[in-house]
């Protein structure tokens, strides 16, 4: 499927383009090597999309990022980190990596996170080079 028909999927049904990529890998953290000893050293450039939990009732819960909180600079940084992780990464699967993301992790009751701002990002990120990746992650870290 082309990049055009992949965005008429997502705007014309996000679930239904997640349902159509589901087989595609969902990024959350670097990966790690694990040594006969069972354990891993995590490497200077170790990654970790974060996903907030409460509990309630001995239960964990997603606890959304909500209005307020700075949802399109910390979806953009997530684009960042997925990028950083997975540097040959296609547009198709940042993609889809964001929208699982505002699917599961971010409260976009608002509409604020559209489709078009993940495209964008998307786009945006896929055509950095590594250097300017980590450039941009740690800029955001201190500002």
Do not use: C
């Amino acid at each position: 499927m082309d990049v055009n028909s992949v965005i008429h999927l997502l705007n014309k049904s996000p679930k239904a383009f997640l349902t159509e990529f589901s087989d595609t890998t969902l990024v959350f953290q670097t990966d790690l090597e694990y040594n006969e000893q069972g354990y891993a050293l995590f490497p200077d450039s170790f990654f970790r999309l974060n996903v907030r939990y409460e509990w309630s009732s001995g239960k964990p819960h997603i606890l959304k990022y909500r209005d307020g909180e700075g949802r399109r600079k910390k979806l953009y940084v997530d684009a960042l980190m997925i990028k950083a992780i997975r540097p040959d990464i296609t547009f198709i699967e940042l993609l889809y990596n964001l929208v699982s993301r505002r699917q599961y992790y971010y409260d976009n009751t608002d509409g604020v996170l559209t489709n078009r701002l993940l495209i964008e990002n998307a786009h945006a990120v896929i055509a950095m080079s590594p250097e300017e990746v980590d450039a941009r992650i740690n800029n955001s870290r201190h500002g």
